[in-house]
C-alpha cells in the first residue's frame, strides 16, 4: 500500500496510534496527525517507490500483538544515490482490535542527515542537493579513495556507529575508535577476542539463534543479504546497552564464508521506549481487553472507560452512557455497613489515591433495572502521562456471598425448623442478658418440652414427627415479637427469649398463647392428624438469676415442675434464688475439685476467682475499660497456668503431652475467637464457655496429669 501510494493504507492505523516520522526525531501520539503525514507524503511523492527489502522478521510476542521489523533500501522515481544506497529500518506493531490486525506503533530509521523543509517528508530537496554535491566529490576525491586506505579509514572511524570485521570463527580482526567511545574498550582490548565477549548470555543466545536460523535458510551467496538483530551489549563500567547489529558475511570466490563485517548502531533509548511501549501494551490487553472481570477507568471527573464486561454489569449500552456517572450514582444510597455510599467511596478512593491499591466489598446497582449486586473490588492508583487515574477491577461475587450466608445461616440454625440452634441461641441471650443489664430491663426465658410427641413418631414415623416440629416451629415464632428469638435445642424442646419484659404478667401472658397455640390440631397427611401440649418452664432476668448457665437451670427446673403438675402447663420459678446467698460467688471453690499438686490447685483457685471477679464486674455494669483489663488479666494468667502444666508434663515425661497441649491451644484460640465479640454483648457467651471448660477440664484432663505426677513421685 505505501510503495503503492494507496490511500487504503490509512485505515489500518490503530485509534491508539503512536509512532516516529520518516525524516524527523520526534514522536507522533494522534492518529489523525499521523493519517495526515501520510497523506502529506503520498502528495510530495504521488509516483510509486520501490522498496528493495534486504531482511524482515516477524516476532509474536503474545497472540494479539506482533512486531514486524523490516531492512530496506528506498528508491524513489528520481535520481538519487543517496537515500537508495542507505539502509532503513522499520518497525511496526500490530495488534489484533477486533477481528482486525491494525497498527499501534511504527519507528523508521534512515541514516541520512538532511532535515526535511517547507513540510517536505522526504527531503528532497536536500537529497537533490546533496545528490549534486556528492556527485562533484566523489568525481573529485574517486582517484584519492582508491590510493588511500588511510582515508577510508578516517571516514569510517569518524562515525558514530561501530564499524568491525571478524573471522569465520567470530574472533575479531578489526573495530573501529567507535566501540571506545560507545562501550568503553579500546581496540587492542578486542580484536583477537571472541564476539561473544561483549554481548551478555541473553545476547549470546540471540545471536546463537539467528545464525542457526540463517544457516538453515540460507539463500544463494549473490542474493545474502544482511543479518540484523538487536542485542544488549556489555560496557567496560559493567552498563549494558542496546545495539542494532547489521552483519553480512564475506566469501571466497566459491561461496565458503570466510569471516564477517558489519556496522552496531547504539538504540538503547529507542529500545527502552519500544520495551516500554509493548510492555505497556501488554499489560493493558491483559488486564482491560481479555478480562472476564469488569474493568472501569476513573480520573477526577468520574468514569471515562470500561470494558465491555463492565457495561453488561451494570446494564449499560455505550462508554458514553457510563461517562455520566459518578461511583456513588452505580450504588444503593447506604452501603450495608451503614454508611452512605458517597462517604464511604471517597473513602477508598482516597486510601488507594495513597497507598497504591485497595480492596473492598461493595453493593452496586444496574442502571437499567436497579437491582443491586455485591462486588469484590480491587481499586489501583496510577499515573500516566502526567495525569492521576484510577483502575476498579470488579467481579460479581453475589452467587457466592449466597452460598456463604447460607452456609453461614445453616451453621447457627436448625436445618429442619430453620429456628436458631443451641448455639446462637447462647449468643441470642447474652446479647440480650448485656442489653437488660444497661437499660435496666427485665427478660424472660422460656423452656418448652412438647407433651406427646414421641407417639406421634411411634405411630406416624419420623416424617409425620418433622411435620409436626416445623408446624410447631411456625407457630411459636407467630406468637412472640420480633425482637424476641425462638430456638430449637434439640429433640421436641424449645426455647425463648422475650425481652424486655416488665413483669411475670408479661411472661404469663406469652405463655397462655404459646399453649393454645401449640394445641390446636396438626394435619400430618391426607387423612391423619394429631394434637400435642406443651409444658413451659420460666426464668426471669434478674429476679432468678444473671448468668446464662443459672437462668438456664432454673428454666429447665421449672419446666419440670409444669411436667409433674399435669403437663400443659407453665411454671415461673420462685424459689431458685433461695439456693444462692446475695453475696455467694458465681462459680463455689467446692465445685472446682483439687488434684492434689499444690501448684495447679492454687492456679485454679486463682482462675476461678478471676471469672467470678469478672462476672461480678460485667453484673454491676462496670466501664468497658475495666473489663477488658480483667479479660486481658485473666487470659493472661490462663496462658501462664498452661505454661505450667506444660513444664510439669515435660519434667515428668508425661505420654499424653502432646494431646494435653492441643487442648490448650485449642481453648485460646477459641478465647481470642469470642473476645472480639465480648464487648457487643458476648461477654456471657465467654464467661460460660470458660467455666464450662474448666469444670470439663480438670476432671477429664488435669486429674489423669496429677495421678501421673504422683505416680511419679511415688517411685
Given at each position: ?5 494507496d ?6 492505523f490503530?485509534e ?8 524527523g526525531?520526534?514522536?507522533v ?11 502529506q ?5 504521488p ?12 516476532q509474536?510476542?503474545?497472540h ?5 521489523t523490516?531492512?530496506?533500501h ?9 537515500l537508495?544506497?542507505e ?6 506493531i ?24 517547507n513540510?517536505?517528508?522526504y ?19 574517486t582517484h584519492?579513495?582508491h590510493?588511500s586506505e ?8 569518524d ?8 573471522d ?27 564476539a ?8 549470546i543466545e540471540?545471536?546463537?539463534?539467528i ?5 538453515v ?6 542474493k ?5 538483530f538487536?542485542v544488549?551489549h556489555?560496557?567496560?563500567d559493567g ?6 547489529v ?7 570466490t ?8 558489519g ?12 520495551l516500554?511501549l509493548?510492555?505497556?501494551e501488554t ?5 482491560f481487553?481479555t478480562?472476564?472481570d ?8 468520574g468514569?471515562?472507560d470500561g470494558?465491555?464486561?463492565?457495561l ?19 450504588s444503593?444510597?447506604?452501603q ?6 458517597l462517604?464511604l ?14 480492596r ?5 446497582k444496574r ?5 443491586t449486586f ?11 502521562d ?10 460479581d461475587?453475589?452467587?457466592q456471598?449466597?452460598?456463604?450466608d447460607?452456609i453461614?445461616f ?29 437499660r435496666d430491663e ?42 424476641d428469638?425462638v430456638?430449637?435445642?434439640?429433640g421436641?424442646?424449645?426455647?425463648i ?7 411475670r404478667?408479661d ?12 394445641a ?15 409444658s ?18 432454673v ?12 403437663k ?6 420462685k424459689?431458685?434464688?433461695s ?30 476467682r ?8 460485667i453484673?454491676h ?6 473489663l477488658l483489663?480483667?479479660l486481658e ?6 496462658e ?8 510439669l ?22 478465647v ?20 464450662d471448660?474448666f ?20 517411685k
Open positions: 500500500m505505501y510503495s503503492s501510494r490511500d487504503l493504507l490509512t485505515t489500518r490503530s491508539n496510534f503512536s509512532g516516529y516520522t520518516g525524516s526525531d520526534f514522536l501520539k494522534d492518529t489523525g496527525a499521523w493519517i495526515k503525514i501520510t497523506r507524503d503520498f502528495s510530495q511523492v509516483g510509486r517507490i520501490r522498496l528493495e527489502i534486504l531482511d524482515r522478521s516477524l509474536e510476542l503474545s494479539d500483538i506482533v512486531v514486524a523490516a531492512f530496506f528506498i528508491h524513489l522515481p528520481m535520481v538519487d544515490t543517496t537508495s544506497n539502509v532503513a529500518r522499520l518497525v511496526l500490530f495488534r489484533l482490535e477486533q477481528e482486525d490486525w491494525k497498527i499501534v506503533h511504527s519507528g523508521i530509521s534512515i541514516p541520512y542527515q538532511h532535515a526535511a523543509k513540510g517536505e517528508v527531503p528532497l530537496k536536500s537529497l537533490l542537493e546533496q545528490n549534486s554535491a556528492l556527485a562533484a566529490l566523489v568525481e573529485k576525491r584519492a579513495l590510493e588511510a582515508l577510508y579509514r578516517q571516514l569510517s572511524e562515525s558514530l556507529d561501530v564499524h568491525w570485521k571478524m569465520a570463527n567470530l574472533y575479531m580482526t578489526y573495530i573501529s575508535p567507535s566501540d571506545e567511545h560507545l562501550r568503553g574498550f579500546k581496540a587492542e582490548e578486542v580484536i583477537g577476542h571472541h561473544f565477549e561483549m554481548f551478555t548470555d541473553e545476547g540471540v545471536v546463537k539463534k545464525m542457526h536460523q540463517r544457516a535458510s540460507e539463500i544463494p551467496a549473490a545474502f543479504g544482511f543479518i540484523t538487536e544488549e556489555r560496557c567496560k552498563r549494558l546497552i542496546w545495539g542494532e547489521f552483519s553480512k558475511p564475506d566469501r571466497d566459491q561461496g565458503v564464508i570466510t569471516g564477517y563485517h556496522i552496531t548502531r547504539e538504540i538503547t533509548k529507542r529500545k527502552l521506549t519500544e516500554a509493548i510492555r505497556s499489560k493493558f490487553r491483559t488486564l481487553d478480562t472476564a469488569a474493568v472501569l477507568m476513573l480520573d477526577e471527573n468514569f471515562f470494558n465491555k464486561a463492565a453488561k454489569l451494570f446494564g449499560l449500552k455505550s462508554i458514553e452512557e457510563l461517562s455520566n456517572y459518578q461511583p456513588a450514582d452505580l444503593p444510597p447506604i450495608p455497613c451503614g454508611t452512605d455510599s462517604s467511596a471517597k473513602q477508598y478512593i482516597d486510601t488507594a489515591t495513597q497507598n497504591g491499591s485497595e473492598f466489598v461493595w453493593v452496586h442502571v437499567d433495572s436497579g437491582k455485591i462486588c469484590d473490588i480491587l481499586l489501583s492508583s496510577m499515573v500516566i502526567g495525569r492521576s487515574l484510577l483502575q476498579a477491577t470488579l467481579r461475587i453475589s452467587k456471598k449466597e452460598i456463604e447460607r453461614g445453616m451453621a447457627n440454625h436448625d436445618r429442619l425448623t430453620e429456628l436458631p440452634n443451641r448455639e446462637l441461641f447462647y449468643d441470642r441471650l447474652s446479647q440480650a442478658i448485656s442489653q437488660a443489664r444497661r427485665g427478660i424472660a426465658l422460656l423452656f418448652l418440652d412438647l407433651d406427646g410427641f414421641k407417639p406421634i413418631n411411634d405411630s406416624y414415623g419420623h416424617e409425620a414427627g418433622d411435620v409436626v416440629l416445623k408446624v410447631i416451629a411456625k407457630r411459636l415464632q407467630e406468637c412472640v415479637r420480633d425482637m428469638t430456638a430449637r435445642m434439640g421436641d424442646e424449645f426455647a427469649i422475650s425481652t424486655p419484659v416488665k413483669s404478667t411472661a404469663e401472658i406469652v405463655a397462655r398463647k404459646i399453649i393454645d397455640s401449640v390446636e390440631v396438626i394435619q400430618i397427611g391426607p387423612i391423619h392428624s394429631c394434637v400435642v401440649g406443651v413451659i418452664g420460666i426464668a426471669l432476668y434478674p429476679d432468678n438469676g444473671a448468668e446464662i448457665d443459672i437462668l438456664m437451670s428454666a429447665d427446673a421449672a419446666m419440670y415442675e409444669s411436667k409433674a403438675a399435669g400443659n402447663t407453665f411454671t415461673i420459678s424459689s431458685v434464688n439456693h444462692y446467698e446475695p453475696d455467694e460467688p458465681w462459680i463455689r471453690p467446692d465445685e472446682i475439685p483439687t488434684l492434689g499438686l499444690q501448684i495447679v490447685d492454687e492456679q485454679h483457685v486463682k482462675i476461678v478471676m471469672l467470678n471477679m469478672l462476672n461480678e464486674a453484673k455494669n462496670k466501664p468497658a475499660t475495666q483489663q480483667l488479666e485473666l487470659i493472661s494468667f490462663t501462664y497456668h498452661f505454661e505450667t502444666e506444660e513444664r508434663m515435660r519434667e515428668c515425661g508425661y505420654p499424653e503431652e502432646v494431646e494435653h497441649q492441643n487442648v490448650h491451644e485449642h481453648l485460646l484460640h477459641e481470642h475467637y469470642l473476645k472480639a465479640r465480648f464487648a457487643q454483648g458476648g461477654e456471657l457467651v465467654l464467661l460460660q464457655r470458660l467455666k471448660w469444670a470439663l477440664h480438670i476432671v477429664s484432663s488435669d486429674k489423669a496429669l496429677a495421678e501421673y505426677i504422683q505416680q511419679q513421685s511415688a
